[in-house]
């Protein structure tokens, strides 16, 4: 049963942007961990951005300075704004949401997340 869903994925050209989306179902994101992957063909699932129940943030280095990690607490959301995208982001595109941990802190090891969306295609091509 799904309890994410993504959405904002699609087809950008180089320098371009895309916001992505991700809403929870049957669960709030409150007082989780929150976190975006990406997994490229034939590569592992990696994590990209993580935002922790209290704030804190973290960004992949390859990421970092070019993508944004955000809540909308009311809509019960987390968002990826992804500028600057370029062709080694091309990838699936997941949420995740750690429900099991009582730390007020976020990773970004699959291993650490219990709920996952569908996931949702970024292609950055020219």
């Known amino acids: 049963q799904l309890q994410l869903v993504e959405s904002g994925g699609g087809l950008v050209q180089p320098g371009g942007s895309l916001r992505l989306s991700c809403v929870a179902s049957?669960?709030?994101?409150?007082?989780?961990?929150l976190a975006w992957f990406r997994q490229a063909p034939g590569k592992e699932r990696e994590g990209i951005s993580c935002?922790?129940?209290?704030?804190?943030?973290y960004y992949r280095d390859s990421v970092r300075g070019r993508f944004t990690i955000s809540r909308d607490h009311a809509k019960d959301a987390l968002y990826l704004q992804m500028n600057n995208l370029q062709p080694e982001d091309t990838a699936v595109y997941f949420c995740a949401a750690d429900t099991r941990s009582p730390y007020e802190y976020c990773g970004n090891l699959v291993g650490e997340y219990d709920r996952w969306g569908q996931g949702t295609q970024v292609t950055v091509s020219s």
């Open positions: 049957r669960f709030t994101m409150d007082y989780h961990a």
């Open positions: 935002l922790s129940s209290s704030g804190s943030t």
